[in-house]
C-alpha cells in the first residue's frame, strides 16, 4: 500500500507539469479550430479585463450589480446614480449563479455595498458555466478563486484553459492590454455600451425553461449570502425578447418571486422589439436609456 501511494504520488508529481506544459505547447502550436478544448484566445471575452481591473482598485461601492451581459450592457452608473451613490456593474459574459456567488463572497466584505441588484437572466441557469469561468481566467480574476471554481464545475475546457493561461503567465509573463472595440466601448464602472444598431430578428424560439439543478443551488446560496451579510438587495431580469419566448416563464417567475425581493415590472410593452434592442437579447443605448429612467427610482425604493 505505502509503495503504491508513493507510485501514485511520484506519478501526479510528473503528469501534472508535463500535461501543463502539453496543453501550453499544443495551444500556441495548433488553430483553435482545431483544439476545442482549450478556450483561449487573448481577450477573447473582452471588457472583463477593464471591469476587473477597475473592481481591484474600488475600496468600497454603494450599490453593486451582477449579472451577465443583461447586466453589464442594460445598467449604466451614469443614468442610474444622482445622489452621490457609488454604483458598479460587476457582470461578466454568461455569468451563471456560480460565478456570481463566487463574486459576490469574494468582494462584499471588502465593498460592502448598501444594495447589491442582481440581474437574472433565466438563459443562464441552463448554462453549465464553462464559458463564465473561462472569462474569468482569461482576464485575470484571482486563481484561487478560479480554481475553486474548477474543483466546483470541473470541465476539461475550463481545467485546459486554466492550465494554459497559468503557463503562458509564468513562461511569457504576458500584460492584459485595456479592451477596445468598434463595435463597444467599457464606458467605466462596469457598464458596456454598444454603437447603436438595431434589432433584425424578431421571431424566437418558443421553448421550455429547464435550469441546471446546480444554478438554482447556487441562486439560492446567493440570497442566503446576502441575507447572512444583512445586505439589501434586488432581484430583476432586464427587458429581453429572448427571455420572455419560454412557454413556463411563469416557472422562474417563480423562483426569483421566492427572494422575495423580485421586482416585477410589465416592461415589454413599453420596448419595441426592433428599435429598443440590437438584438433577441440585449437592450441598445435607446433602450438603455428607457429601462434605467424606468427602474431608477425602483432600485431606489423611492417608487
Same mark, same amino acid.
Given at each position: ?160 484553459? /486554466?492550465? #494554459? ?5 509564468? +513562461? %511569457? ?5 485595456? =479592451?477596445?472595440? !468598434? ?70 417567475? /417563480?423562483? #426569483? ?5 423580485? +421586482? %416585477? ?5 413599453? =420596448?419595441?422589439? !426592433? ?29
Amino acid at each position: 500500500m505505502k509503495r503504491f501511494l508513493r507510485d501514485t504520488s511520484i506519478f501526479i508529481l510528473f503528469f501534472i507539469p508535463f500535461y501543463s506544459i502539453s496543453i501550453y505547447l499544443f495551444g500556441r502550436l495548433v488553430p483553435s479550430d482545431f483544439r476545442p478544448n482549450i478556450l483561449y484566445n487573448t481577450k477573447m471575452y473582452g471588457t472583463t479585463s477593464n471591469m476587473l481591473k477597475e473592481l481591484r482598485s474600488k475600496e468600497r461601492i454603494d450599490i453593486l450589480i451582477v449579472g451577465a451581459s443583461d447586466a453589464y450592457r442594460s445598467y449604466d452608473p451614469r443614468l442610474l446614480g444622482g445622489n452621490g451613490e457609488i454604483i458598479f456593474n460587476a457582470g461578466t459574459s454568461s455569468q451563471t449563479p456560480l460565478q456570481t456567488y463566487t463574486l459576490l463572497n469574494d468582494n462584499l466584505d471588502k465593498l460592502k455595498p448598501k444594495l447589491v441588484v442582481y440581474e437574472v437572466s433565466p438563459v443562464c441557469f441552463e448554462l453549465d458555466g464553462v464559458e463564465s469561468t473561462v472569462d474569468l481566467i482569461l482576464n485575470g480574476y484571482s486563481r484561487s478563486s478560479t480554481l475553486k471554481l474548477l474543483f466546483k464545475n470541473p470541465e476539461i475546457q475550463a481545467l485546459n484553459s /486554466f492550465l #494554459f493561461d497559468y503557463v503562458d503567465a509564468v +513562461l %511569457v509573463k504576458r500584460h492584459i492590454d485595456t =479592451f477596445y472595440s !468598434v463595435k463597444e466601448k467599457y464606458m467605466g464602472n462596469g457598464y458596456v455600451e454598444m454603437n447603436l444598431s438595431f434589432n433584425k430578428d424578431t421571431t424566437s424560439v418558443v421553448k421550455n425553461w429547464n435550469p441546471k439543478p446546480k444554478q438554482l443551488t447556487y441562486f439560492k446560496k446567493i440570497i442566503d449570502l446576502l441575507k447572512e451579510k444583512n445586505i439589501e438587495f434586488k432581484i430583476i431580469n432586464a427587458p429581453s425578447l429572448t427571455d420572455r419566448s419560454y412557454k413556463n416563464s411563469t416557472d422562474f417567475e /417563480f423562483v #426569483f418571486s421566492e427572494s422575495g425581493q423580485y +421586482l %416585477v415590472y410589465p416592461y415589454l410593452k413599453k =420596448f419595441d422589439p !426592433v428599435y429598443d434592442f440590437f438584438d433577441a437579447s440585449h437592450l441598445n443605448s435607446n433602450g438603455v436609456l428607457k429601462w434605467n429612467r424606468i427602474i431608477k427610482d425602483r432600485i431606489s425604493g423611492n417608487k
